[in-house]
């Protein structure tokens, strides 16, 4: 069985969001007092989501499972989780994003249980700048996060990138420079409306086009073809072997190719990051439901995904839930 939707596209990328909770407060994604965080009972448990991830990879054709929060290192069992994974016989891709705090410290236990991959958020390297942004002054931690990761082999080692009016966009074409000399690659990410404040406005967020007319006042760019179902558009930085990634998510979005959907941490499948409806896994998982009948049901929440996240319909209304709550 696949997950195939009305529109004819295959999910085979499943997004784990293994909590809620993040100790940066990033002021495009929550307030500093941060928020009401999801009860210790409406979590998954470990053995829930084992189970739920085995059903999709085995049963329903997943072949990419991503790690998110919320952030991800902050569940302790995180290693174990990622193992459980990678021992699945279809032998998934692994991969996690994380905004790097403690990764300096778990980075080597996450490779040897068979995570592939990090993605890490990272949107300036001034640590007044990341001060602003972050509301904690941890940069430090994050820059370390990276080194070890370089260092387990979790490689490529992506940096995804926020550029804020007025607070860092000046700062893109640095920031790429730093993460060619540390061997990173580097994505730039339009700011999305998911925001718990819901204070995001199509006037303030950095476009694709302004990020790579800034990029281009000292790179030469050359776009590359190919990019398939993956999110960032792609180009080759003053001809290569360096790449730099574009993901224009709202003015160039890229629905019709979209392959992912995302499991809360509290069991919900949204199939779409945008979705405002959810479905509901964990009480039927709880109430004694078979692997089959639960399989059924993610079936069933993908065959209602919307042709497209409609941020440029006047009748949007964002999400629910935050980033936070949703897993990247």
Known sequence: MDLIDRHGRVATDLRVSLTDRCNLRCQYCMPAEGLDWLPTEATLTDDELN????????????????????????????????????????????????????????????????????????DTTDPATFEKITRRDRLHDVLDGLAAAHEAGLRPVKVNAVLLRGINEHEAPDLLRWCI?????????????????HGWSREAMVTADETLALLGEQFRLTGLDGRGSAPAEKFLVDDGPHTVGIIASVTKPFCGDCNRVRLTADGQIMNCLFAREESDLRTPMRAGASDAEIADRW??????????????????????RPMSAIGG
């Not at 000399?181 to 404040?197: S, V, W």
């Open 299 to 320: 079936i069933a929440a993908m065959a209602t995904k919307l042709p497209g996240h409609g941020i440029d319909d006047p009748t949007f209304l964002q999400s629910d």
């Open 51 to 122: 189970r739920l991830i085995a059903i999709g990879v085995e049963t329903l054709g997943i072949r990419d499972v991503r790690f998110t929060g919320g952030e991800p290192l902050l569940r302790r069992s995180l290693p174990s989780i990622v193992a459980t994974t990678k021992a699945l016989p279809s032998g998934p891709r692994t991969a996690m994003t994380s905004n790097g705090l403690g990764l300096k410290h778990t980075a080597r236990a996450l490779a040897e249980a068979g995570l592939d991959r990090v993605n890490i958020s990272l």
């Open 181 to 197: 000399a540390h061997g990173y690659e580097l994505r730039f990410i339009e700011q999305m409306p998911l925001d718990a404040q």
